[in-house]
């Protein structure tokens, strides 16, 4: 029976049971009749459309459940983008019990309407909501479906929030969402350099997106190879799977495993040295190229990442959590020297912006001099207790 005739013939309405709710996003399930738009058991996904959106946005079923349906045909370029990170994305995500649900987000109170996506687990089940509240909003629907499957086909995986949401961005971006993009804007004009390794789900800030979705872009430009390192580093290596190890240790882990099997020819000269590639030489070089992108130093590169429009300079000292990082002067920088485990890379400012950065040795620290316009400091806490 293909979809049409099923909605032709009456659609299956049913309940859901109590409505899961988005604590931090005042969002929810809605627990509401549904039309089944497919029953075809080609389908990867079930799609199912609330009975309420389809008047509040006007949906014409029938247009609606072709539209969904080529989006979701075996030759949609949708499969192809997540064929980069995923081994035959299509198939495995028809191995899950995925419902797409097109729903009104406008109908729900809440003071963060700027998603248009998203992805909840109910037990085995995975729903992704789709918001029809505004017409332009369904050019985005292959580009959220990218983002929303890269989270179900990541489940069961270990991922952590903020890889998982550096890795859907990238699909998302590839497939032409502009909300990474946009997320970027936020982070340009940050006061500080905010969180990376994020668990929280969702993460907290667009800032917090934005810094996640330039680390992917990051490693993947990084090495030779672009996607094919990412798609390696989602997969468990046994050897790199050492549950005391901070999450991105065993990144590195599995990142560095692929690139010596694939002898590291794409490998650029990197900035600083570190031979080979460990958790804290990705963040060290992260760091710097966040910081200095808009230096004319191509090795600083972030693909999408124009820089700081101000670099966020931080007055105050505060405590650093793992793998997270500050600007600021010396003297500032000096009440944290004493913690071990903090690294400091001195960035030298020129007329037309900042156009060095090196790491600072002990002795370099202990004479830390404050010269305002000339000099900021870039501290990283990498003191982690696995490692
Ligand atoms: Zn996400």
């Known amino acids: 029976m293909t979809a049409l005739l099923a909605f032709a013939d009456g659609a299956v309405a049913y309940t859901r049971a109590p409505r899961p709710f988005f604590k931090n996003r005042k969002f929810y399930v809605e627990e509401a009749d549904a039309l089944e738009l497919t029953t075809d058991a080609d389908e990867p996904v079930s799609i199912l459309v609330y009975s ?4 509040s946005c006007h949906l014409d079923p029938t247009q609606l459940s072709i539209g969904l349906r080529r989006l979701l045909s075996p030759t949609s370029t949708l499969w192809g983008v997540l064929n980069s990170l995923f081994e035959n994305s299509r198939v495995a995500l028809g191995r899950k019990q995925v419902e797409v649900a097109v729903d009104d987000f406008s109908t729900y109170a809440g003071d963060e309407p700027d998603f248009s996506g998203y992805m909840y687990k109910v037990k085995d089940k995975f729903i992704v909501g789709l918001d029809c509240s505004s017409g332009s909003v369904q050019n985005y629907w292959p580009s ?7 989270h179900v086909l990541l489940d069961g995986t270990g991922a952590e929030s903020w890889w998982e949401e550096a890795l859907a961005q990238r699909m998302e971006n590839s497939m032409g969402g502009m909300q990474p993009l946009m997320a970027l804007g936020h982070l340009q004009t940050a006061r500080q350099i905010p969180e990376l390794m994020q668990v929280s789900r969702p993460l907290k800030s667009r800032e917090n997106y934005a ?10 430009s990084r090495f030779d190879g672009g996607t094919d390192v990412l798609k390696n580093m989602i997969l468990p290596v046994a050897e790199c799977e050492k549950s005391q190890l901070p999450y991105i240790a065993r990144l590195a882990c599995r990142a560095a495993r692929f690139i010596s099997s694939e002898k590291a020819t794409g490998l650029y000269a990197p900035p600083l040295d570190f031979s080979k590639m460990t958790a804290h030489g990705l963040l060290r070089h992260f760091y710097v190229a966040l910081t200095m992108n808009n230096a004319y130093e191509p090795k600083y590169a972030i693909p999408d990442w124009k820089g700081f429009d101000a670099l966020p300079f931080e ?3 505060r405590d650093l959590a793992y793998g997270q990082a500050m600007v600021s002067d010396a003297q500032t920088i000096a009440h944290q020297m004493a913690a071990k485990g903090y690294e400091t890379y001195e960035i030298l400012v020129g007329p037309s912006g900042l156009y060095d950065i090196h790491l600072l ?6 004479s830390l001099s404050f010269s305002p316009n000339l000099k900021y400091y870039l501290m990283i806490n990498l003191q982690s207790a696995g490692m």
């Open 211 to 220: 810094m996640a979705y330039l680390f992917a872009r990051y490693v993947g």
């Open 361 to 366: 040795d002990d002795a370099d620290s202990r």
């Open 144 to 150: 959220n479906l990218a983002h929303e499957f890269t």
């Open 52 to 55: 309420e959106a389809i008047n």
């Open 315 to 317: 007055k105050t000292t």
